[in-house]
């Protein structure tokens, strides 16, 4: 222990004569860690809202029986079950809209708390363990969170009021309810869905499901059992998103660990005389690793502690665009205040600890297999870094074979994923030999003594500037890849919503009585020129929630509904009830093309329709079918008028939805003009990819912080390759000018292979990671004015890294430079 002591303490003096290399560790790692973690910390909080929104009635192996077709069965099914001695606990289901500043929209749930199955947990609270008497009795109770109640602006106890004109009960806050959840009783369901006789689903316990008897036959053709596991979407639904955020901070993390391995490899390689001592005094290689292991740690959980700070910093700031996007996307609500475990501030401080072993293990490994006698020798170091560097290039090889496996036989997410990694990997692998290769070129058509030298410095700096290049590189490629996929999905997803959203006013309607209503009253009315209604059926194909469209024959949608893929009659075929029209995502879900025959589970059994036609339907995690109104109203009676959509002379467009809104009663949330959708639904937009942009500038940002601490941290070690130019006669200042060319080479080498990269990755995020991710593939947008934008920014983010160490260069006095020739090396 002493001898540990006492070369921790001799390891630990190189700081205080170094204090830039000691900042550069402690920033890298801090940066490292907070973009992580930051990262972590919004998927975690919204993954315990997705497990506390699946927790609302939750139960050993539950299983429920749904409806067959659509989303509702009469209440007599549950009577007929219950005297038929089925233990059936019944369930409501529905959307409660609520006007304001900010239009809400809530999942309402009804429940029977008294016939709840055993073992039940409701909002995490077992059934029978509230005052049911409360609940049950007038007025009753409507259980909801915290971060509900502050976005409806009520207090507990107070009766909110929904767009309808109808109260709820008094609310009362229940801390483990998921957000956006609004539980009653059953009875108050019904009449806040206006849903009289109605139910969602029935629950059974969990010893009765294993094997239940047959259903009666009158109820076998309107119920199935279901599994727990099957109704639990919203999980499979996010992943993507999550992946996504959890891929970029990943990203951030390795690039912040690029200053940690540089600032590491320089500290080790000017303690080369040191650890030359320490051996010669008789420390042990074991225990001189040790000691440096030891003070690896420390740095690593000082870094640590700074970043998990900043990373929850981070996701608070970020918190809300991510909510919005979940939101807008998956219909998920996520709270809008983190609450975060102890494991969360633990598991960052040991992904600190792994980044430094993967940082500096790579150091330490060298300085253990090096002898004793080549620690002092640069050239030994030298002769290592090369063997590293084929080793590099090898291993780059087997990253770009794994890469195009992945992208050949690779047929999910995790593999698209991986294949980027690969993808990146390999690239920033394969930097160090390709600038080497090009300043080789450069060497062999240089003239003149001076701009030998300087090719062959700016070759001789290479191993050290390496690491921030590799960021640098990566930093770039994402930024051009994310960047071209965002403003290209933009323009696509403008031009989409311009075709789509050509109806004046959207209006959705309390139930089909009204639609119906509003239907007649304004088929007579001076300057409607088509009222389009949408019928509506959701069910499950293959497992996956659809939503059944039927629409009327009209030449609107021929004109302003666009397709991917059509056969020729594919209009005519689908308002005669001969063909129908998937989206994208759904036809690729069920492996369906052009003039496959789709079967679709009817009232009268299972009907077939053709494909006559694809279509884009971006945003919707849902699958969509388009089929005709006749067609679906006479195969399914259970079939709603979901919204109308009114396509009305311009000047009348105001002048109706006034005279909408005081006839029947109806509010923002549920008359809707054009443009407020568009604006909507591009403000989703833009807070989805929010947060995306932020890690992305953040990523830019860390590189060019790894490549100014590299500068400054090699411009002491340098003075001894330019005091011999000085001493020939070579200025100061133009020494200075002369490295920040070498700085602006290296650079300028680096940004031209990241363009390239960059549009590579592009490819792979709109043709193979949105295709695994979304089910829909974007087309390919190259902006030569995005590119030259983003080269520009990252010769500036070099410019900038070099200003201070070069602005120091210049300063320097005589006497520094003559003291390198103290020793004459």
């Not at 067959?68 to 007599?76: L, W």
């Not at 059992?225 to 999550?242: E, K, V």
């Not at 219909?331 to 633990?346: H, I, K, M, R």
């Not at 590189?473 to 403008?494: H, K």
Request: proline fraction near 5%; charge should be positive.
């Amino acid at each position: 222990m002493a001898m540990l002591r006492i070369s921790l303490l001799a390891l630990l003096s190189h700081w205080r004569r170094h204090p830039l290399q000691l900042f550069s560790i402690l920033t890298g790692l801090w940066l490292a860690t907070a973009l992580w973690t930051g990262v972590q910390a919004l998927n975690s909080q919204a993954r315990a809202d997705y497990a506390r929104a699946s927790a609302l009635l939750a139960g050993p192996a539950q299983a429920q029986l749904v409806a067959r077709r659509g989303e509702r069965f009469e209440q007599a099914a549950y009577v007929q079950l219950r005297r038929s001695g089925w233990p059936v606990s019944p369930v409501l289901e529905g959307r409660l809209r609520f006007a304001g500043a900010e239009p809400l929209s809530v999942r309402l749930l009804g429940i029977e708390p008294l016939t709840l199955p055993p073992g039940t947990v409701v909002a995490g609270q077992p059934g029978g363990a509230s005052d049911l008497r409360a609940f049950i009795g007038p007025p009753g109770q409507a259980w909801i969170a915290a971060d509900t109640l502050q976005r409806l602006g009520l207090q507990p106890g107070e009766r909110a009021l929904t767009s309808d004109g109808q109260r709820l009960p008094p609310l009362q806050v229940h801390t483990q309810l998921a957000p956006g959840v609004i539980v009653v009783d059953i009875g108050h369901a019904q009449a806040l869905l206006q849903a009289p006789g109605q139910l969602s689903r029935l629950l059974l316990p969990a010893d009765f499901a294993v094997r239940p008897p047959d259903l009666p036959a009158a109820l076998a053709e309107l119920l199935q059992l279901q599994p727990s596991s099957a109704g639990d979407d919203l999980q499979r639904l996010t992943d993507s998103f999550h992946l996504n955020l959890s891929a970029l901070g990943l990203l951030a993390f390795l690039v912040g660990l690029f200053i940690v391995h540089a600032a590491i490899g320089l500290a080790l390689e000017q303690r080369r005389g040191l650890l030359r001592t320490l051996r010669a005094c008789g420390v042990s290689l074991r225990g001189l690793i040790g000691a440096l292991a030891v003070e690896l740690g420390l740095l690593a959980l000082l870094g640590g502690l700074a970043g998990v700070a900043c990373g929850y910093l981070l996701a608070s700031l970020l918190l809300d665009d991510v909510a919005a996007s979940l939101r807008g996307l998956y219909g998920a609500e996520v709270a809008g205040q983190l609450s975060l475990s102890p494991q969360w501030w633990l598991s960052g401080i040991a992904m600190s600890l792994f980044g430094a072993l993967l940082a500096g293990g790579n150091s330490l490994w060298r300085a253990a297999q090096l002898p004793l006698l080549a620690l002092a020798l640069p050239q030994a170091w030298r002769a290592a870094q090369s063997r590293w560097l084929r080793r590099q290039a090898l291993l780059a090889g087997v990253l770009l074979l794994l890469a195009a496996g992945c992208w050949r036989f690779g047929d999910s997410l995790l593999a698209a994923f991986a294949m980027l990694a690969a993808l990146l990997l390999a690239a920033a692998l394969l930097l160090p030999a390709l600038l080497d290769a090009t300043l080789a070129v450069l060497a062999r058509h240089s003239r003149g003594p001076l701009a030998e030298w300087f090719v062959a410095d700016s070759r001789q700096q290479l191993p050290a500037l390496a690491l921030a290049l590799m960021a640098l590189l990566l930093a770039l490629a994402a930024s051009v890849g994310v960047g071209s996929m965002t403003e290209g999905f933009r323009q696509t997803f403008v031009g989409w919503l311009d075709q789509r959203l050509s109806a004046d006013l959207y209006l959705t309607p309390r139930d089909t009585a009204q639609a119906l209503e509003i239907s007649a009253w304004l088929a007579g009315r001076p300057g409607v020129e088509a009222v389009l209604p949408n019928w509506r059926v959701d069910m499950r194909l293959q497992g996956w929630p659809v939503q059944l469209q039927g629409i009327v024959d009209h030449p609107s949608y021929r004109r302003h509904w666009p397709l991917l893929e059509q056969r020729a009659d594919a209009w005519t075929q689908l308002a005669a009830g001969q063909g129908a029209m998937l989206s994208e995502q759904l036809a690729r879900r069920l492996k369906l093309g052009l003039g496959d025959r789709l079967p679709l589970p009817g009232a009268e059994g299972e009907q077939h329709l053709s494909v006559v036609g694809l279509y884009a339907d971006y945003g919707n995690p849902r699958g969509h079918l388009l089929v005709s109104a006749d067609w679906l109203r006479r195969h399914w009676s259970e079939a709603r008028l979901s919204n109308l959509s009114l396509r009305l002379q311009p000047a009348q467009v105001a002048a109706l939805k006034e005279q909408l809104e005081q006839r029947y009663g109806l509010d923002a949330t549920r008359l809707i003009e054009q443009a407020t959708l568009k604006r909507w639904s591009t403000a989703v937009f833009e807070r989805t990819f929010a947060a995306t942009a932020a890690l992305n500038s953040l990523t830019l940002l860390v590189a060019g912080v790894a490549l100014f601490i590299s500068l400054l941290t090699l411009g002491h070690s340098r003075l001894g390759q330019l005091a011999p130019l000085w001493a020939l006669g070579v200025g100061r200042t133009r020494l200075a000018w002369l490295s920040l060319g070498q700085t602006l080479l290296l650079a300028s080498l680096t940004v031209l292979l990241a363009m390239p990269l960059g549009v590579l990755l592009a490819w792979c995020l709109v043709a193979v990671v949105n295709v695994q991710a979304f089910g829909w593939r974007l087309p390919l947008h190259v902006f030569p004015g995005q590119l030259l934008q983003l080269a520009l920014l990252g010769l500036l983010t070099s410019l900038l890294a070099a200003a201070g160490p070069l602005w120091q260069l210049a300063r320097r006095q005589p006497a520094d430079l003559l003291r390198q020739f103290a020793d004459e090396r």
